[in-house]
């Protein structure tokens, strides 16, 4: 009998949750080193995945989301569902017009990019007393919040902080506020006090994320004497209506959320971070949004005052633009539903090693590569013996097919040091036989262009004849990337 109660260890990963039963150096499942982290397993979690059972005796719980209903029964329109503006008018775009009621939202980025800046400006613009809104910090004292929170100009009636990391002392503190926004900085410093483990690891994130998730979702607590949550007690139930939580959750060198990946599955939405936190520009990118696009993007300035919308991207990308410089052009990409004006740089110089450096920065290197290759087989341009850098200005990422005509041109004009004229835009697909292939929106595309003062803009043939010229404005269309460096360059 002893041997039955007696407690067991598994070696569970890091960074994708493999279970191994004795320690490893390096992970089976993802080869990653010294990732393997010992966690005692225990008869009952009080979190999530591996709460325990209810006793026989134990009367049963009715819980708000049970019991199966008609999908034609459901309304999906009511008050409580309906989405809340933060106030900041960048974030609604990303989030799809606002913040969902009930629902969970993790937010990642590098350190110092501005993550509890933009906790605190929601809380400046949401809370009030009919919408109170709780500050979680596990990594900041309440006076440290208070100084940042006067800086940014932060004086709601609403607002209310709270310097914790143990699950339960916020539960308590969520019982007694009834907060509509729970603001929880970060996941990783949270803490279960039933688990030996370290906050930050595996089953710490995961079963703190299980537990705001299943007070967000079902607005169900059990409290016991104790004043521990047990899933079998019935005593003194008290409920949560429709909490959004939000997780700011750390990330690793690579860029990816620290902890388990499930972390990412339990959530509605997760919004990335991205920028360098040396530059004022950042950018919020939604990669994932159970309750709208995930092309969006929300473009900010961060200043004394916080971080501050960019209602006009395409300026704020142009702006420092080098005049009559060779390997710069302009080129448009859609994200989401905005077109975004960006700067395409390259730079080409002779080398006399066997290897040639090859070198992008906010794009997809491997996609450079082909571009490089398809310059010089289909163009005739000898980039062997050349070095070739290729950067995306402002910090941008850009993925999107439509921006290989642009990286081709900008190669060309360094190659042959003859810059491309200014006011042209350049934009298409260009597959591996050097044909120019059609872009969407090409009609969004070329208005933005106009509106911004360009005067003509490169576009792939099939997209010419289907798209209103702006007045003073002239399209080129060009079937292959030879007719198209033959008409710019």
């Known amino acids: 009998m002893k041997s039955l109660m007696k407690k067991k260890s598994l070696y569970i990963c890091n960074q994708c949750t493999h279970e191994q039963a004795k320690w490893l150096g390096r992970c089976p499942s993802c080869n990653q080193y010294n990732t393997l982290e010992e966690v005692e397993i225990t008869a009952a979690l009080p979190g999530g995945a591996g709460a325990a059972k209810k006793s026989a005796g134990a009367k049963t719980v009715k819980s708000a989301r049970s019991g199966a209903r008609l999908l034609s029964e459901i309304s999906a329109g009511s008050e409580d569902f309906l989405r809340k503006k933060t106030g900041i008018s960048e974030l609604d775009r990303v989030l799809g017009g606002g913040i969902v009621a009930g629902s969970m939202l993790l937010l990642g980025g590098d350190p110092g990019i501005g993550k509890s800046t933009l906790l605190l400006q929601m809380c400046k613009e949401m809370a009030r007393e009919d919408f109170r809104v709780l500050y979680v910090?596990?990594?900041?004292?309440?006076?440290?919040?208070?100084?940042?929170?006067?800086?940014?100009?932060?004086?709601?009636?609403?607002?209310?902080?709270?310097?914790?990391?143990?699950?339960?002392?916020?539960?308590?503190?969520?019982?007694?506020?009834?907060?509509?926004?729970?603001?929880?900085?970060?996941?990783?410093?949270?803490?279960?006090?039933?688990?030996?483990?370290?906050?930050?690891?595996?089953?710490?994130?995961?079963?703190?994320?299980?537990?705001?998730?299943t007070l967000a979702k079902d607005g169900e607590i059990r409290q016991t004497e104790s004043g521990r949550r047990n899933a079998s007690d019935n005593t003194d139930v008290q409920r949560m209506t429709n909490m959004s939580c939000v997780l700011v959750g750390h990330v690793t060198k690579e860029g990816a959320f620290a902890g388990p990946r499930v972390l990412e599955h339990m959530v509605d939405t997760v919004l990335y971070f991205e920028g360098d936190d040396r530059n004022t520009a950042r950018m919020i990118r939604a990669v994932k949004n159970r309750f709208g696009s995930t092309h969006e993007i929300g473009v900010f300035e961060m200043g004394e005052r916080g971080l501050a919308g960019i209602e006009d991207p395409s300026a704020y990308m142009l702006a420092g633009r080098p005049a009559g410089s060779a390997g710069s052009v302009v080129t448009c990409s859609m994200e989401g539903t905005r077109p975004l004006l960006t700067e395409v740089q390259a730079l080409t110089a002779y080398t006399n090693f066997g290897?040639?450096?090859?070198?992008?920065?906010?794009?997809d290197y491997n996609r450079m590569v082909m571009l490089m290759a398809v310059l010089e087989k289909r163009a005739g341009y000898k980039l062997q013996n050349f070095d070739a850098y290729v950067n995306i200005a402002g910090g941008l990422r850009v993925d999107e097919p439509a921006a290989d005509a642009a990286v081709i041109a900008a190669l060309a004009s360094c190659y042959k040091e003859k810059p491309i004229h200014a006011k042209i835009m350049v934009t298409g697909e260009v597959g591996l036989a050097?044909?120019?292939?059609?872009?969407?929106?090409?009609?969004?595309?070329?208005?933005?262009?106009?509106?911004?003062?360009?005067?003509?803009?490169?576009?792939?043939?099939?997209?010419?004849?289907?798209?209103?010229?702006?007045?003073?404005?002239?399209?080129?269309?060009?079937?292959?990337?030879?007719?198209?460096?033959?008409?710019?360059?």
């Not at 290897?355 to 794009?363: A, K, L, V």
């Not at 997209?463 to 198209?484: D, S, T, W």
């Open 137 to 213: 910090s596990g990594e900041e004292s309440a006076a440290q919040i208070k100084m940042r929170a006067e800086r940014l100009g932060v004086d709601a009636a609403g607002c209310y902080l709270l310097a914790e990391t143990d699950i339960y002392a916020i539960r308590d503190a969520v019982l007694e506020i009834k907060p509509a926004l729970l603001l929880i900085d970060s996941i990783q410093t949270m803490r279960l006090s039933d688990l030996t483990s370290l906050p930050g690891s595996v089953t710490q994130v995961r079963e703190c994320a299980a537990f705001f998730t």
């Open 355 to 363: 290897t040639p450096r090859r070198t992008g920065t906010g794009m």
């Open 434 to 489: 050097g044909e120019l292939r059609a872009i969407s929106r090409p009609e969004i595309r070329v208005a933005e262009a106009a509106r911004h003062g360009f005067s003509a803009c490169v576009l792939p043939a099939a997209n010419k004849k289907n798209v209103a010229v702006p007045e003073g404005f002239r399209i080129l269309g060009a079937a292959n990337i030879g007719e198209m460096l033959g008409a710019i360059l």
